[in-house]
C-alpha cells in the first residue's frame, strides 16, 4: 500500500498568514494527488484534484502544487473559516489519506 | 444536487450484525463508485471498500476483507455496508463518498459525501 505522510501534524497561525502544508508519499502518484478539508462533526470536503486543480466553487486562495512523490498546500492568507483540519489523498493506487493536519488559532 | 444521505447513528453491542444505508440523489448512480470510509476519533479516514453499482463490481481494502460487506440496490439507489459479527474496534464514524475514477479499477478522489453514521459497539 502507499504510505502518506503530512507535515506538519499542527500548525498555528493566524488570520492573514500564509501557510503551506506537505505532503509525501511512499512511491510516485504521478500527480494523482487530492486535498481536503475538514470541520469538526463535518465530513471532509474535496478542495484540489490532479494536484493543482481547484474544485469549483472553493476559494482561489486555496492552491496546490507538486508531482511525484511531493505535494504542497498553500493557503494565501487564511481565513477564520479555514481552521480546520486538511487531509491529502493519493489516488493513483486505489486510495490512502494522510494522517491530517490540523490549522488552529495562534 | 448530489446528495448521499446516510442511516443513523447506531449502538450494537459485541457480536451483533449491522447493516447501514448510503441513499444516493441527483446524479446518474449506477455509473460512479461509491466508497465506504472509516475515520477513527482522531484519525484520518481511511478507505473500506468500493462498488460500482453498475455491475456490482467491488473492491476491498485488503484489511476489511472478509470484515465487512457491501452491497447495492440500483432500484432504490442505494448502498450498504454489513458487519456479520460487530466488535468494539468497529466502534468509527462511517461515510459513504461518491467516487470520481481517473481509472476503470477505481481509483478515485471523492466528490461528495454523506453525513456519516457514527458506529458504537459497547457491552
Known amino acids: 500500500d502507499i504510505q502518506m505522510t503530512q507535515s506538519p501534524s499542527i500548525l498555528s497561525a493566524s488570520v492573514g498568514d500564509r501557510v503551506t502544508i506537505t505532503c509525501r508519499a511512499s512511491q510516485s502518484l504521478s500527480g494523482w494527488l487530492a486535498w481536503y478539508q475538514q470541520k469538526p462533526g463535518k465530513a471532509p470536503k474535496l478542495l484540489i484534484e490532479e494536484a493543482s486543480s481547484l474544485r469549483s466553487g472553493v476559494p482561489s486562495r486555496f492552491s496546490g502544487s507538486g508531482s511525484g512523490t511531493e505535494f504542497t498546500l498553500t493557503i494565501s492568507s487564511l481565513q477564520p473559516e479555514d481552521f480546520a483540519t486538511y487531509y491529502c489523498?493519493?489516488?493513483?493506487?486505489?486510495?490512502?489519506f494522510g494522517q491530517g493536519t490540523e490549522v488552529e488559532i495562534k | 444536487e448530489v446528495q448521499l444521505v446516510q442511516s443513523g447513528a447506531e449502538v450494537k453491542k459485541p457480536g451483533e450484525s449491522l447493516r447501514i444505508s448510503c441513499k444516493a440523489s441527483g446524479y446518474n448512480f449506477p455509473y460512479y463508485w461509491v466508497a465506504w470510509v472509516r475515520q477513527m476519533p482522531g484519525k484520518g479516514p481511511e478507505w473500506m471498500a468500493l462498488i460500482y453499482p453498475s455491475d456490482s463490481d467491488i473492491r476491498y481494502k485488503s484489511s476489511f476483507q472478509g470484515q465487512v460487506s457491501v452491497s447495492a440496490d440500483k432500484s432504490t439507489n442505494t448502498v450498504y455496508l454489513q458487519w456479520s459479527s460487530l466488535k468494539a474496534s468497529d466502534t468509527a464514524m462511517y461515510y459513504c463518498?461518491?467516487?470520481?475514477?481517473?481509472?476503470?479499477?477505481?481509483?478515485?478522489?471523492?466528490?461528495?459525501w454523506g453525513q456519516g453514521t457514527l458506529v458504537t459497539v459497547s457491552s
Open positions: 489523498q493519493q489516488y493513483y493506487s486505489y486510495s490512502t
Open positions: 463518498a461518491r467516487g470520481k475514477a481517473r481509472a476503470p479499477n477505481g481509483d478515485c478522489r471523492f466528490d461528495s
